[in-house]
C-alpha cells in the first residue's frame, strides 16, 4: 500500500496563490506519473495536472498558465504550484501516483478561495 500525504491547503483570496505539497513514502520516480484532482461540492472529481517519470506534464484547461506541478526525486515530493487562483478553484485537491495496474489516492486537502 502507497500513503500520499497531501499539505497546504488552506483559505485564501481571489488572486492570491497556495503550494500544494504530496509526499510519497518511496522515491516518486518508481512511480509512472504523479498528479493532481480536485472535486468541488456536488461536482465529480476532474483532472488538474499530471506530470510523468520523464517531466512531462499535462494540464486540464481550466488551470493552464496559472498552476504548475513539479517534482522533488530527492524529497520524494511532488508539488502543485497555485496562481491567480479563483472561487471556482475552490475543492478538496486530491494527489495520486500512477504505478502499473493501479492508482494510489491521497486523503485530499482543502482550498478555499474567498470572493
Known amino acids: 500500500q502507497v500513503q500520499l500525504v497531501e499539505s497546504g491547503g488552506g483559505l485564501v483570496q481571489a488572486g492570491g496563490s497556495l503550494r500544494l505539497s504530496c509526499a510519497a513514502p518511496?522515491?516518486?520516480?518508481?512511480?509512472?506519473?504523479m498528479g493532481w484532482y480536485r472535486q468541488a461540492p456536488g461536482k465529480q472529481r476532474e483532472f488538474v495536472a499530471r506530470?510523468?517519470?520523464?517531466?512531462?506534464?499535462n494540464y486540464a484547461d481550466s488551470v493552464k498558465g496559472r498552476f504548475t506541478i513539479s517534482r522533488d526525486n530527492a524529497k520524494n515530493t511532488v508539488y502543485l504550484q497555485m496562481n491567480s487562483l479563483k472561487p471556482e478553484d475552490t475543492a478538496v485537491y486530491y494527489c495520486t501516483a500512477d504505478s502499473v495496474g493501479r492508482t494510489y489516492w491521497g486523503q485530499g486537502t482543502q482550498v478555499t478561495v474567498s470572493s
Open positions: 518511496r522515491n516518486i520516480f518508481s512511480f509512472v506519473a
Open positions: 506530470i510523468t517519470r520523464g517531466d512531462s506534464t
